[in-house]
């Protein structure tokens, strides 16, 4: 796994895909969707949270640490579903 | 210099997050012990030692090192589990900081090039590594998180009640499907404190190491200096996730432990 993970840019300037292409396919595709759900959840979260601040800016301190908070448990949950990806791309 | 260069050249750069073995034949046994372990015996003894030299004289007012060791136990004491644990606090704040200053410990040991510097004094590779990008290195430190905040629950209540607790108000034909859903729920709390910190870790040394392999791709000057200047800001997202990561494990503990000793509503 390690010399795949290393040498991953110089198979993507070859293009040999073995038959391990369909598995490929939907790691990269699994891939993409996570990035897209992860994003827009957080998108979301921060657009709240700075409208939140700038209507009450004294509670800009306590809003900032929820903000974190729940960003690190939206991340925890998109490298959760990363780490299948991986775990199929090169198993 | 030049020996410098190609001693670190001929590296691989995913050193740092694979975990290698040494056999040590203890009779017909094999003594085996990692490079992560290593680096978790390196932390805990960094942390043995400086944390009590830090805060060997009692002062009202600490300058130095100490101050800021004493301003993130304050904060975790006064906005993480205060707000929790309401009175119990001080039974658990001892441990919570323990693991906080670990975790965040291993954290940092994991971003600094100990291997490539002791390959280049001494010549003998395999020595550095991240322990939190070791799965099982955090799903011991999960395992711990588990065992405490059920032991914490069930020292508060005793046995029998801290079992009642896991079965809210419903009408009672439902009781085993909920107490099923609510054990299954304290495992899943488990492996997410495991993943997710090993993940965030682990993800960050794979974009290092993808980051700086492309120099080995493109063999170009323009190249090695874009790619060395995005590691450097990489490398400082990472530290901020360092400290993030092991902020998160402990505030979710702390959360899980006032779960388990809360008072019935």
Redesign the interface.
């Known amino acids: 796994m390690?010399e795949l993970?290393?040498l991953?840019?110089?198979m993507l300037?070859e293009l040999t895909v073995g038959d391990k292409g369909l598995a490929a396919i939907g790691a990269v595709f699994g891939c993409g969707m996570i990035v897209l759900g992860a994003a827009r959840g957080i998108g979301q979260l921060a657009s709240s949270a700075v409208e939140a601040i700038a209507r009450q800016p004294e509670a800009g301190n306590r809003i900032f640490?929820t903000m974190?908070?729940a960003a690190?448990?939206i991340?925890?949950?998109t490298?959760?579903a990363?780490?299948i990806c991986l775990l199929v791309a090169y198993q | 210099m030049n020996k410098c260069m190609t001693l670190l050249a001929s590296m691989?750069?995913?050193e740092e997050i694979?975990s290698k073995k040494w056999e040590i034949p203890i009779g017909p046994y094999h003594l085996t012990f990692t490079n992560h372990m290593l680096m978790i015996s390196v932390a805990s003894i960094m942390l043995m030692v400086i944390l009590p030299l830090a805060f060997r004289r009692p002062v009202l007012v600490r300058r130095g090192f100490g101050s800021v060791i004493e301003t993130i136990c304050v904060f975790l004491r006064e906005?993480v589990a205060r707000p929790f644990l309401k009175d119990r606090t001080d039974r658990y704040i001892g441990i919570l900081w323990t693991l906080f200053f670990f975790i965040l410990t291993m954290n940092l040991l994991g971003l600094m090039p100990i291997d490539k510097l002791v390959f280049l004094l001494i010549g003998k590779e395999h020595f550095g590594g991240a322990p939190t990008a070791n799965v099982w290195v955090t799903g011991a430190l999960a395992t711990f998180s588990f065992f405490l905040f059920h032991i914490a629950g069930i020292r508060e209540k005793g046995l029998w009640h801290y079992i009642k607790t896991f079965t809210p108000p419903v009408p009672w034909p439902m009781y085993p499907f909920m107490f099923l859903i609510e054990l299954i729920s304290s495992f899943v709390r488990l492996f997410?404190l495991a993943?997710?910190l090993?993940?965030?870790i682990?993800?960050g040394h794979?974009l290092l190491?993808?980051i700086l392999?492309?120099i080995m791709?493109f063999k170009n000057f323009m190249v090695a200096t874009a790619s060395l200047t995005v590691t450097v800001l990489f490398s400082l997202l990472e530290v901020f996730v360092a400290f993030?990561?092991a902020y998160?494990f402990v505030?979710l503990t702390t959360i899980f432990i006032g779960f388990a000793i809360a008072e019935e509503h």
Do not use: C, H
């Open positions: 390690l993970l290393t991953t840019p110089m300037a640490t974190i908070i690190a448990l991340e925890g949950v490298l959760f990363l780490i | 691989k750069v995913l694979t906005d997410s993943i997710r090993f993940a965030n682990l993800a794979i190491a993808v392999g492309f791709m993030l990561q998160i505030f």
